[in-house]
């Protein structure tokens, strides 16, 4: 292995030396402690720190760090003392989740290292919206994303470096390429020659290097950075390594040819850099047993103080708390101006209010920018603010939504749009798992809010129409709101903006230009999690959202010798217990009416909740009129006879007369 110190003196060669050999000692620990049963799991990146701690060297500690799951020298160069790390393994109170989660899945902004979720990919996308940031605000840095070469067959990765591409994002997206994905070996993988040849695919420059040369990451990785800080734009870093051990350590290695280990056992990286130093004449030989012994009483000291740490006492308010960032509702004063205007145009206002209230507000999605989006919501947008902060995207949800959670990490706020809400299917590990999870895991609020144009009746069929919003209420972590009105389509949206949880807001696009009203001009706020009475009743409960208000309004003035009261729940996470338990007991029957299918539908929700605290209120049996347990169909009378509406009639007066 041939080094090159380039201009780097004594005194920092002892200390990279340092930094190297660091994360191999706590490894060394670590199995130890695994043999004796003290700790449970461990991924080893044994063989592979050359890779972790140069990088990490190379980047300047104001820069973020994405590293993956054997990338312990990224945390140890970044100088996070060994016991804090030690309580983040154990789940005790001091560590960075508090006992939420396992190993490196954390972030800590003090460190600036955001840290995996277990799912290989959605880390690519952050760092492109932290890398956006940075481009946005002039602020002159480089971001470090890892990747394994197992984790690049992901669709995350394709997403996310066509996205840094297109966008010219100051990202280094490493591959650390160790041979195996678990027991899958690269040819089982790829089928390319080099996975860097695919970074000209994406249009961006790519590098291949020994991964084992420490001097060889942190010079590489430090002229790229030095660069892209100038002159923003992503680099494909590949780095050749291999995983010494088992994928993590109770799986063993059967399946890795033992020729392999002995070629690979001469790369070691820090036995050959030592033996560099050594003959440079940096390092003394005598100090190097000096050294590894302070080492190993040093971390025997900080390890020793984290098994003696309490452990968690587990309080169900805390944890429930702490599933969102607290937040209070702005004071603010109605404008007493208002204008009437469609349902489209009030979203359109709250989106262009919030844009002007809040220079770091981002909004993305396809075609949002001179096009104006789908549905011309952002139309004039970019006149107005330009194309930073109103970015038309490529079609790839999940690394948009990834982006939008950069943003939201490195200081911005965001707002994509869906073009359609059915497309949320293709984003829904970035939201289920990372914007709703993050809070709760490490404390980082992540301030995005998800526009979804959702809902039938154009006759679009099983992909334009559906009602997808169960699969997010049932989501902690997620607000999720669904105006029926333009002033709540305004207020709504403006408080999700203002809000700095993640966001599901569903728009309903038969409301577009169908429905008018009054809108208050100026800022304009509706908190989430409040229900609203759209007309008083006594003989029965209409309870409902989005367009099944309409409906529900139609149906009350066909009877009018029929007093019906109508909720219109407006949030659906958090809902209005209050205000649905008062009406549940005010007029003895409840009819929960809504859109989307019956089986698993909100409506369930709403009804359990019902029979568990207002039963000895109750007339009759809750019921429920939903959409038929089918996908949404296309033609007009079949997508009729799909609609809760249809059944409307019959069990409202099944309800009345039981
Ligand atoms: C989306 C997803 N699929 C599968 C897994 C299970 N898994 C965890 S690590 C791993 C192998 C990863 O290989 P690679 O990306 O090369 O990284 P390495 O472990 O070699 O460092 C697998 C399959 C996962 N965590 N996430």
Same mark, same amino acid.
């Not at 380039?6 to 003196?9: C, W």
């Not at 995983?243 to 040819?257: C, D, F, I, L, N």
């Not at 390092?283 to 100090?287: Q, S, T």
């Given at each position: 292995m041939i080094f090159d110190r380039?201009? !780097?003196?004594n005194g920092q060669l002892i200390e990279f030396y340092k930094k190297l050999l660091w994360p191999r000692l706590v490894e060394e620990k670590m199995l130890i402690l695994l043999r004796q049963g003290r700790i449970g799991k461990w991924f080893s990146g044994i063989g592979q720190e050359a890779i972790a701690v140069g990088s990490t060297l190379a980047m300047t500690a104001d820069e973020y760090v994405l590293p993956m799951h054997r990338n312990l020298g990224v945390f140890t160069t970044r100088d996070i003392p060994l016991s804090r790390l030690m309580a983040q393994w154990q789940g005790k109170a001091s560590g960075f989740t508090k006992g939420r989660d396992r190993s490196f899945h954390f972030g800590t902004q003090e460190y600036k290292i955001i840290g995996m979720i /277990? $799912? !290989? *990919?959605?880390q690519l996308a952050l760092a492109d919206g932290i890398g956006l940031a940075d481009v946005l605000s002039k602020r002159k840095k480089a971001t470090l994303v890892f990747t394994g070469e197992g984790a690049t067959s992901e669709g995350d990765f394709h997403e996310a470096l066509n996205i840094a591409a297109v966008w010219k994002l100051p990202v280094i997206f490493l591959i650390e390429n160790n041979g195996y994905g678990l027991s899958t070996p690269i040819s089982e993988q790829y089928n390319c020659k080099y996975l860097v040849d695919k970074a000209i695919g994406y249009g961006m420059e790519g590098r291949r290097i020994d991964g084992n040369n420490l001097l060889e990451v942190y010079h590489t990785v430090s002229e790229i950075a030095a660069n892209m800080r100038e002159k923003p734009r992503p680099v494909l870093l590949e780095c050749m390594t291999f %995983?010494? %051990? *088992? $994928? +993590?350590?109770? /799986?063993? =290695?059967?399946?890795?040819?033992q020729q392999l280990f002995d070629i690979w056992k001469e790369k070691d990286p820090i036995q050959n850099f030592e033996r560099y130093l050594l003959s440079e004449g940096v !390092?003394?030989? +005598?100090?190097i047993p000096q050294m590894k012994t302070e080492f190993v009483s040093q971390i025997e000291t900080e390890i020793e103080k984290v098994f003696s740490e309490a452990d968690i006492i587990p309080d169900v308010e805390t944890e429930i708390r702490d599933m969102y960032k607290p937040y209070n509702f702005p004071t603010f004063q109605p404008s007493n101006f208002k204008t009437n205007k469609r349902y489209i145009d009030a979203i359109s206002d709250g989106l262009r209010q919030s844009m002007r209230k809040y220079p770091n507000l981002v909004i993305m999605g396809q075609d949002i920018a001179e096009y104006g989006g789908a549905f011309k919501i952002t139309q004039g947008f970019v006149e107005e603010f330009g194309r930073g902060r109103v970015r038309n995207t490529p079609i790839c949800e999940s690394g948009v939504v990834g982006a939008a959670m950069g943003l939201a990490i490195n200081d911005y706020k965001a707002v994509m749009e869906m073009q359609f809400a059915d497309f949320v299917s293709v984003g829904f590990n970035q939201i289920i798992n990372n914007l709703a999870k993050t809070h709760y895991r490490w404390e980082q609020p992540v301030d995005v809010v998800i526009r979804m144009p959702a809902g039938a009746g =154009? *006759?679009?069929g099983p992909f334009h /129409?559906? /009602?997808?919003e169960a699969w997010f209420t049932k989501t902690p972590g997620l607000k999720v709101v669904y105006p029926a009105f333009p002033d709540d389509a305004k207020g709504l949206l403006m408080a999700a903006i203002d809000d700095p949880n993640p966001v599901m807001y569903f728009e309903h696009k038969y409301l577009y230009r169908s429905n008018t009203g009054d809108v208050p001009d100026g800022d304009y706020y509706v908190e989430i999690g409040k229900a609203k009475i759209i007309q008083e009743g006594s003989i029965a409960s209409i309870i409902t959202y989005g367009l099944g208000v309409h409906w529900a309004i139609e149906y009350a003035a066909k009877h009018p010798d029929l007093s019906v009261e109508i909720i219109d729940l407006r949030s659906l996470q958090p809902w209005d217990k209050d205000t649905v338990e008062a009406s549940a007991k005010k007029t003895g029957r409840v009819l929960i009416l809504t859109e989307d299918t019956l089986t698993s539908g909100f409506g369930g929700e709403i009804a359990a909740h019902l029979a568990e605290y207002c039963f000895k209120y109750l007339d009759a049996p809750i019921m429920r009129c939903a959409s038929l347990d089918t996908a949404i169909p296309m033609n007009k009378a079949l997508e009729e006879q799909f609609l809760a509406k249809a059944r409307l009639e019959e069990t409202m007066e099944k309800l009345i007369n039981y």
């Open positions: 380039k201009n !780097l003196n /277990s $799912h !290989l *990919g959605p %995983r010494m %051990r *088992g $994928h +993590e350590e109770a /799986s063993g =290695t059967k399946y890795v040819p !390092l003394k030989p +005598e100090w =154009t *006759g679009a /129409s559906q /009602s997808n």
